[in-house]
């Protein structure tokens, strides 16, 4: 090898290391709030994007209730010192939802004074966990009357009876895990600081698919186990071009 051909490789690995001709990556660090039928969820994310590509891959998490829309909460009033409770609810359910989306920008933001405009489409994979509900129930064991906490079954527990629920956690451990597939496409509008902040309203349809039904209310003859809902999403990520 040539004296100049050593020299040219020295040069051309400094440009490289220089970033001559390197493409720069933006990437926004996300935290969003999603209310959709069936509940709400909490998330945090990534946003990344090779320029001069406008469209951005992001991946995260997000963490939210599954509630029916037939939850009902009520007060015992028979009762005194009673709490509310839902009735018919025999367990609570949240759901762990990791995701994988995909930006195709339709209007691109130039400046801090553009709304950008752009398609989203994801893949989840959400795990749902329910655990059993406990309430106090009144006793009238003569010569004394007494309160006790049981497993909710509103088959055998009258309503009339029953102060309200116990601690949010109690019976957490007997929960069992529900997994499934889902997706979500919407349209999003982006403002905020050009190159640091990005703030995203995203309104769209999701679905998620559960390998069973998710076991909330007792009395109805079937639960849900494919969940399709409205969401409306706002996002807020900080972050800039490395």
């Known amino acids: 090898m040539s004296l100049s051909t050593i020299y040219r490789l020295i040069i051309l690995c400094f440009c490289i290391q220089s970033g001559i001709g390197k493409a ?7 935290a969003d709030v999603q209310v959709r039928n069936f509940g709400y969820d909490f998330g945090m994310g990534l ?3 090779w320029e001069p590509d406008a469209n951005f891959e992001s991946y995260g998490l997000r963490l939210g209730s599954i509630q029916h829309p037939k939850e009902v909460f009520v007060v ?3 009762l005194p010192a009673s709490e509310p409770f ?3 609810k025999i367990n609570r359910v949240w759901v762990l939802r990791p995701y994988y989306g995909k930006d195709w920008v339709l209007s691109e933001r130039k400046s801090r004074f553009d709304i950008g ?5 994801s893949l989840q994979l959400p795990v749902a966990y329910a655990w059993p509900i406990y309430v106090w129930v009144y006793r009238s064991n003569l010569p004394f009357d007494a309160v006790e906490e049981v497993k909710y079954n509103p088959d055998v527990h009258d309503v009339q009876y029953v102060g309200g629920e116990s601690s949010y956690t109690r ?4 929960g069992k895990a529900i997994p499934g597939l889902g997706f979500s496409m919407a349209i999003c509008l982006e403002w905020g600081s050009y190159r640091n902040v990005s703030n995203t309203l995203s309104i769209g349809i999701m679905n998620d698919l559960f390998v ?3 076991p909330l209310l007792s009395s109805i003859n079937r639960n849900p186990q494919n969940l399709p809902a409205l969401f409306i999403n706002f996002a807020v990520g900080i972050g800039g071009r490395s």
Do not use: L
């Not at 720069?24 to 996300?30: G, I, K, L, M, P």
């Not at 405009?117 to 489409?121: A, L, M, V």
């Open 24 to 30: 720069q990556r933006s990437r926004f660090v996300t």
């Open 171 to 174: 019976g957490f451990s007997e």
């Open 117 to 121: 405009i752009s398609f989203n489409g």
């Open 47 to 49: 946003k990344s994007s």
């Open 86 to 88: 839902v009735m018919d």
């Open 212 to 214: 069973q039904q998710i």
């Open 76 to 78: 015992n009033q028979a």
